[in-house]
């Protein structure tokens, strides 16, 4: 099979012909047909996330069908449709895992990582950690619910009740999260860097009640703001824009250092946090609820060889929702 091979940090993927590999008791054979890029992939080529198992092949959207599966297999038959997400594997022992927070698992090991993703023919998983995926959605809609829908859900969780939600970065996952939030009833607030006129018109295309630079205060002090953008110069700015009492929450993986700041942005019940991964129980949750909202996925597609350069695209800031690799023979 063809996959793109992350050999060593600071280099670019590497074009690599791999034997299929063969599905152990509790793995099914999948045939990747689409696999999101995400934001977490640039953070692992550039070396920032330190503990991959190299060489990996990264990708942790993945939409494919059964093509094999091994003898405990019970949830998947040969030909199933089924999507695999970031987390891959926990132990179900730790404290984490016994109270629903298996999402910090201390074993936990994830797709793309630690164990072989999506940007390849064919990849493995264990079916306790895949889930169905909703007819209403073509292979390439799907694959960005997968790690941007997921995580954007569980932050939409953390930032509670909140009203009136801003966003900070209006990518792949704020595309999908904002329609949530809409479908929920809130107001949303889009924040973009400085000039990115495309961006923030695509924002209120998605319903957002307004959208501006990151560095402006919105017309209306928010309830929550959820930073996607991994840089620490917007914690500060989204602590000013939130009222008294709310909350930010931080939701990618990695982020440039936090400036220190004044006391008072955090004074009078302001909640600062991060959001790690995700739990099964979120996929389940939001999966369900996509196609009712409907949560509709913009996606630029490109071949599995093109990989680097959709990579290349998705850090320059010039995708429009969700950059996705597809494969041609799927
Ligand atoms: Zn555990
Ligand atoms: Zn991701």
């Known amino acids: 099979m063809r996959a793109m091979v992350m050999n060593a940090a600071g280099e670019p993927l590497a074009a690599t012909e791999r034997a299929t590999p063969t599905a152990g008791p509790d793995q099914i ?9 995400c934001r977490t992939d640039l953070h692992l080529l550039d070396g920032e996330l330190t503990q991959p198992s190299l060489p990996i092949v990264p990708g942790h959207e993945i939409v494919g069908r059964v093509s094999a599966k091994g003898a405990r297999v019970d949830r998947f038959d040969i030909g199933d449709r089924v999507g695999v997400p970031w987390l891959g594997y926990t132990c179900g022992r730790c404290e984490y895992c016994r109270s629903g927070r298996e999402n910090l698992c201390r074993e936990a090991r994830f797709t ?10 064919y990849t493995l998983a264990d079916q306790r950690y895949c889930f169905p995926i909703h007819g209403a959605y073509t292979d390439a809609e799907a694959a960005p619910l997968l790690c941007a829908g997921l995580i954007g ?3 939409l969780r953390m930032a509670g009740d909140a009203e009136r939600l ?15 939030a809409v479908f929920e009833g809130r107001r949303v607030y889009a924040f973009t860097r400085d000039g990115d006129d ?14 501006g630079a990151s560095g402006e205060l919105p017309p209306h002090a928010l309830d929550a703001a959820i930073i996607f953008a991994p840089v620490g110069e917007l914690v500060p700015l989204a602590l000013q824009a939130t009222a008294a009492g709310g909350t930010v929450v ?33 996929a ?38 969700a950059a996705v690799l597809t494969m041609e023979n799927a």
Request: net charge neutral; aromatic share 10%.
């Open 284 to 321: 389940e949750q939001f999966l369900e609820l996509a196609p009712r909202v409907p949560v509709r996925t913009a996606v630029e597609t490109y071949p599995l060889a093109r990989a680097n350069e959709a990579l290349a695209r998705l850090r320059d800031g010039h995708v429009r929702g």
């Open 198 to 211: 495309d961006a923030q018109a695509f924002a209120r295309e998605l319903g957002a009640a307004w959208s």
């Open 112 to 121: 793309g990582y630690q164990i072989d993703g999506g940007y390849a023919e």
């Open 250 to 282: 931080c939701a990618g993986i990695h982020m440039s250092d936090i400036p220190s700041f004044a006391y008072h942005l955090l004074w009078q019940e302001r909640t600062l946090r991060s959001v790690a991964n995700l739990t099964r129980r979120d």
């Open 29 to 37: 054979l999948i045939r990747v047909h689409a696999c999101g890029v």
């Open 166 to 180: 801003g966003i900070y970065g209006f990518g792949a996952a704020a595309h999908i999260v904002a329609q949530v």
């Open 153 to 155: 859900y569980r932050s």
